[in-house]
């Protein structure tokens, strides 16, 4: 049985490289500053030795830096309606944050972001890249927000963010007052999380810990590691790249990252709909779309339940976004809010 009074020993952080001050007003040309490739980090991440044992190695899942890609939607086609191929308003939100946490001069963030996307898409061509998405932070729009700050200051409370992308959501955690040493963050795409050091230019200055994982691979030790140690797991725009099936299947794998007592939570934002989708909606980025309404989404909680031997609380909620509803999308796509709870 997993401690309830001790996290696991600290991740390596992600610190192979320098902050990257690109984005500097006196560099006419954005595409000037973009190297050839991204390396990002290792596929083999280390645990530092703790008590005398030797440090070990992360099984590599063989998928962080290989994801399948439709030719027709790879890095080199900006054709697709995902791509902007222009930014001409931030939010409010994102700018005081990188100009206040970040110390980034106001003049010099949008080529900055820019420049940024650039990175991120060849990464992986996600909408949320092509569309700027990721500088519409999603976990302060939950109603929960003001009482999660409060709570992450708390040393005993431990938190994830599951596909965190830049994890651009846990530098609004941080920069709001939370404890970033209790902060942990894992993608897919080990790249992305680079990208939040030069994004956030905070390589030196923040204690969070990050790891690239993939949810539905068990080999994982890095992930292992964690399970029954979160009081809080954050999903921001990740469920929805599975089909019902999947979905109960990551969300029971989530769970056992929770501490096993009433009140921890799960809570986030996908792709949902006003009428929950029926079958896997196949997309040009490569993967899948699933957009649950409140009922159907409730119903994977349900299910949870059963297969876990757990209860939970759902609230759930559907709400108009930028991003959600464009003409490129299904109709009566939302973006689906949600806050569900260990009882």
């Avoid at 063989?62 to 939607?73: C, R, Y």
């Avoid at 969300?251 to 989708?277: F, H, N, W, Y």
């Avoid at 490569?286 to 909680?301: N, P, Q, Y």
């Amino acid at each position: 049985m997993a401690s309830t009074n001790t996290i696991p020993p600290p991740l390596v952080r992600l610190e192979s490289q320098p902050d990257n001050l690109m984005g500097s007003s006196d560099v006419a040309e954005v595409s000037n500053l973009l190297p050839a490739n991204v390396n990002g980090i290792q596929d083999e991440v280390k645990i530092p030795a703790t008590n005398g044992r030797e440090s070990h190695q992360a099984l590599a899942t063989g998928t962080e830096k290989n994801a399948v890609i439709p030719p027709e939607s790879r890095k080199d086609n900006k054709g697709v309606p995902w791509y902007h191929t222009s930014l001409n308003h931030i939010d409010p939100v994102t700018c005081d944050l990188l100009e206040n946490y970040s110390k980034i001069p106001s003049d010099q963030i949008m080529q900055h972001v820019i420049a940024i996307r650039e990175k991120a898409w060849d990464v992986y061509p996600y909408p949320c890249i092509g569309q700027f998405l990721f500088l519409n932070l999603t976990i302060n729009l939950s109603p929960y927000y003001p009482t999660l700050v409060s709570r992450l200051r708390d040393e005993n409370q431990i938190f994830l963010d599951l596909g965190c992308c830049f994890a651009q959501d846990v530098r609004k955690l941080v920069s709001d007052g939370a404890r970033s040493e209790n902060i942990y963050g894992t993608d897919l795409h080990g790249e992305f999380m680079e990208l939040g050091f030069e994004l956030f230019r905070d390589r030196k200055t923040l204690k969070s810990t990050f790891f690239p994982s993939d949810i539905l691979n068990d080999r994982n030790l890095l992930l292992k590691g964690l399970n029954g140690e979160m009081n809080v797991v954050y999903l921001g725009l990740f469920l929805h790249h599975f089909d019902f099936e999947t979905c109960v299947k990551v969300c029971a794998r989530v769970t056992k990252l929770l501490k096993p007592e009433p009140g921890s939570l799960i809570m986030g934002v996908q792709v949902g709909s006003l009428i929950g989708d029926t079958k896997p909606i196949p997309i040009p980025s490569g993967g899948i779309l699933w957009r649950h309404d409140i009922k159907s989404f409730e119903k994977v909680w349900d299910e949870v339940g059963a297969i876990t031997g757990t209860k939970w609380k759902v609230e759930a909620r559907l709400e108009r976004s930028k991003g959600f509803g464009e003409k490129w999308q299904i109709e009566g796509t939302r973006r689906l809010g949600f806050e569900v709870w260990r009882l």
